[in-house]
């Protein structure tokens, strides 16, 4: 069956560059959650999008923005790189419905800022 | 926000026999709780989930229990076997808002099965 995926899976960067991520959801699936996880930690809620339009925003900070288009693919903007933003991010995908909680996550962008 | 607590953040068992780990809630109007395994480095994959109107659910070896009343939710895995090894993550979702349903995770549990 189809997954998420997501790409870059890796990506270095240096202080104050910028970074776009994107996501691909599984088809069919319309909702779109970014999540960010730092090493050894749990993974933090930063954005979501349903339908191409923002539905629920969580610590993500004013440096990232994020949209869905059309073909339900979401991207993770990053400006103004900081050490800290240095994490594992994932996507994960949902359908809005019976299940709509159930999502499934995407094998990850592992970010590096140098 | 929701809160969710888990423990314990270790936990070491031989294989063969059975692993729990609990995890806590604060909204009681949090409806779903699924549990992510995820090995170094990889994807939290979804193992088991359960609902707010349901107080137990089983697949083969992994069963999950819920109890509302006390907003306490729990994993259990029997027969473990060296390949549970990872960190599970338990969570809870924000009551639902507009059409999000963002993931509360618990800190994880480290499980270590030893041959």
């Known amino acids: 069956a189809a997954g998420v995926i997501q790409s870059p899976r890796h990506l270095i960067k240096e202080k104050r560059e910028t970074a776009t991520l994107k996501c691909y959801p599984i088809?069919?699936?319309?909702?779109v959650y970014w999540y960010q996880q730092g090493p050894g930690q749990d993974p933090q809620f930063l954005i979501s999008?349903?339908?191409?339009?923002?539905?629920d925003k969580g610590s993500i900070p004013d440096r990232f923005s994020a949209q869905q288009f059309s073909d339900y693919h979401s991207e993770l903007n990053m400006s103004s790189l900081e050490l800290g933003d240095s994490a594992l991010y994932f996507c994960a995908s949902s359908l809005f419905g019976l299940a709509r909680e159930t999502q499934y996550f995407g094998p990850g962008t592992r970010l590096l800022v140098l | 926000g929701e809160n969710v607590e888990q423990h314990p953040s270790t936990l070491s068992v031989q294989e063969g026999d059975s692993a729990v780990i609990k995890c806590t809630y604060s909204?009681?109007?949090?409806?779903?709780f699924p549990w992510y395994k995820q090995e170094l480095g990889k994807r939290p994959q979804l193992i088991i989930d359960?609902?707010?109107?349901?107080g137990e659910k089983k697949d083969q070896r992994i069963a999950v229990t819920l109890n509302k009343t006390a907003k306490h939710f729990s994993l259990h895995i029997t027969e473990t076997q060296p390949e549970d090894s990872a960190v599970y993550f338990c969570?809870?979702?924000?009551?639902?808002?507009?059409?999000?349903?963002?993931?509360?995770f618990g800190k994880g549990t480290s499980l270590l099965v030893t041959p």
């Open positions: 999008f349903y339908e191409k339009m923002q539905s």
């Open positions: 088809p069919r699936h319309d909702t």
């Open positions: 359960i609902r707010s109107n349901v």
């Open positions: 909204d009681s109007a949090s409806n779903y």
């Open positions: 969570a809870a979702i924000n009551p639902p808002r507009r059409s999000g349903y963002a993931l509360n």
